[in-house]
């Protein structure tokens, strides 16, 4: 996925209405639903927000790819399609319900990155980028806000990523909803440096 800007002002007027789902509606919670992990040919959109509004369509393909580091993990690929233009990430569904993922814009190119949306733990690691030495870490912050998805109200788990260089820490808050396996929401909050804050939250799932 790629990061885009957006002023501080319509980002904080972005997380207020994120609480929009939160409405009244059935719900699942992650301490009664085990994790889920979404099949080849599911599809799903996100919204994202950089100073203009985009729409994401993702659709869900088996692949090949194995998590080494996570022995027993389902590995799935997502090819996200914006404006026309193809890009691919992949995600790890370990066996105790965390999620890894691969080819974020602040994560090692080749590597999977544990969010530890289930166990709740604080996952370290660091690798060596354009600029020097990259830390990240990732922790896991409890319930999230209830999320309205298709009608349905669900609970979710939070996470938040910090990326760590020489110069700046940029933080990434993730919200989860295991009952679908989805990333609900994504945010990007920069450090010292000149970027701002993006967000990016999911619109419409279709499971196959």
């Known amino acids: 996925m790629k990061i885009l800007r957006i002023p501080a002002s319509l980002f904080l007027l972005l997380l207020a209405g994120t609480q929009i789902f939160g409405c009244k509606s059935n719900s699942t919670s992650p301490s009664?639903?085990?994790?889920?992990?979404p099949t080849p040919g599911s599809s799903f959109s996100t919204l994202w927000n950089g100073g203009y509004t985009i729409t994401a369509d993702d659709t869900v393909a088996a692949t090949s790819l194995t998590d080494q580091d996570h022995s027993g993990s389902k590995v799935i690929?997502?090819?996200?399609?914006?404006?026309?233009?193809?890009d691919s990430t992949f995600e790890s569904f370990e066996t105790n319900g965390d999620l890894a993922v691969m080819g974020t814009t602040w994560g090692a190119p080749s590597s999977f990155e544990t969010l530890p949306f289930v166990s709740q733990a604080s996952v370290n690691s660091s690798y060596s980028g354009?600029?020097?030495l990259v830390t990240i870490s990732a922790a896991g912050n409890g319930p999230g806000k209830p999320f309205l998805l298709n009608g349905t109200e669900y609970l979710t788990d939070s996470v938040t990523v910090s990326v760590i260089t020489a110069n700046d820490t940029d933080r990434f808050p993730y919200s989860y909803i295991p009952a679908l396996g989805l990333i609900c929401i994504q945010n990007y909050i920069p450090g010292t440096s000149s970027g701002l804050p993006t967000t990016q939250f999911l619109t419409a799932y279709t499971p196959k």
Do not use: V, Y
């Open 32 to 37: 009664d639903t085990p994790p889920a992990i």
């Open 77 to 86: 690929k997502l090819i996200e399609t914006i404006n026309g233009q193809a």
């Open 130 to 132: 354009s600029a020097g």
